[in-house]
T-cell receptor, first 110, second 116 residues
Framework: DAKTTQPPSMDCAEGRAANLPCNHS???????VYWYRQIHSQGPQYIIH???NNETNEMASLIITEDRKSSTLILPHATLRDTAVYYC???????????FGTGTSLTVIP | DAGVTQSPTHLIKTRGQQVTLRCSPK?????VSWYQQALGQGPQFIFQ???????QRGNFPDRFSGHQFPNYSSELNVNALLLGDSALYLC???????????????FGSGTRLTVV
């Protein structure tokens, strides 16, 4: 599974877009990029995943570079409830073990 | 549709004791994985159960063992508890170790274990 690198912390003003970067230069061709977030003392929550193409759902957008070595999670209009630790994970679409790093702690500021 | 259910939510044990944590997977899921999350760290993979067998294991000692039942629910057992075993234990379910899951894992809210 791909090793990922994320900044340890970020701030974002409420109502603005939050852009969370992730480097996954060792990702292989069949590995997806998954994003999860964890609000304090809860279990991680699925946000979005993608392989090659950009993806969008009701929570966020995922932009994957053409060489697949990095991606950006975009929360279009951050709210205070989006304050959480965000994990970027490279993994096969097989339910196999995920390797979590320490993630990015996002703080949304009023 | 019930998600992943874990019990108990909190637990305090004494060093040297044994503990059993329980997990019911999301409806329709057949694979259960367990993760340990120490304070300030990301979750670390312990093991995964599919078809009532341990399929994969992370870097955890034999004191950590598990079981999966025919109804896909699972238990995590930890023997000879150490102070360092204090952590949030997360159960995650998915569909098929062989991979038809679109969303990877669905996680429970965890069991907070404190060893004193």
């Amino acid at each position: 599974d791909a090793k990922t690198t994320q900044p340890p912390s970020m701030d974002c003003a409420e109502g603005r877009a939050a852009n969370l970067p992730c480097n996954h230069s060792t990702i292989s061709g069949n590995e997806y990029v998954y994003w999860y977030r964890q609000i304090h003392s809860q279990g991680p929550q699925y946000i979005i995943h993608g392989l090659k193409n950009n993806e969008t759902n009701e929570m966020a957008s995922l932009i994957i570079t053409e060489d697949r070595k990095s991606s950006t999670l975009i929360l279009p209009h951050a709210t205070l409830r989006d304050t959480a630790v965000y994990y970027c994970i490279g993994g096969r679409r097989t339910g196999n073990q995920f390797y979590f790093g320490t993630g990015t702690s996002l703080t949304v500021i009023p | 549709d019930a998600g992943v259910t874990q019990s108990p939510t909190h637990l305090i044990k004494t060093r040297g004791q044994q503990v059993t944590l329980r997990c019911s997977p999301k409806s329709g899921h057949d694979t259960v994985s367990w993760y340990q999350q120490a304070l300030g760290q990301g979750p670390q993979f312990i093991f995964q159960y599919y078809e009532e067998e341990e399929r994969q294991r992370g870097n955890f000692p034999d004191r950590f063992s598990g079981h999966q039942f025919p109804n896909y629910s699972s238990e995590l057992n930890v023997n000879a508890l150490l102070l360092g075993d204090s952590a949030l234990y997360l159960c995650a379910s998915s569909l098929g170790s062989g991979g038809r899951s679109t969303y990877g894992y669905t996680f429970g809210s965890g069991t907070r274990l404190t060893v004193v």
